[in-house]
């Protein structure tokens, strides 16, 4: 399943809309999904939100879709 990863660059600074950034990950489960964005970067994961159908189909329109893989 793919899953769209809403995060902070880091974990020092307050969340703020404004600098939220997001990446798109291929995992089973969203809580394989956050551990495979936490211990691969430093990233302050706001929110992870699972995409199917139409949903997946319109984000995948976007010409900055890519899916994120992670070397293991």
């Known amino acids: 399943m793919i899953f769209?990863?809403?995060?902070?660059?880091?974990q020092v600074r307050n969340?703020?809309?404004?600098t939220t950034k997001s990446l798109f990950i291929n995992a089973d489960t969203e809580?394989?999904?956050?551990?495979l964005v936490t211990e691969n970067t430093g990233h302050n994961i706001e929110f992870?939100?699972?995409l199917e159908?139409?949903?997946l189909e319109y984000e995948q329109q976007n010409p900055d879709y890519k899916l994120t893989?992670?070397?293991q």
């Open 48 to 50: 992870i939100e699972p």
């Open 15 to 18: 969340p703020k809309r404004e």
């Open 69 to 71: 893989e992670f070397n």
């Open 4 to 10: 769209k990863v809403y995060y902070q660059e880091d």
């Open 31 to 35: 809580v394989q999904a956050r551990a």
């Open 53 to 55: 159908g139409k949903f």
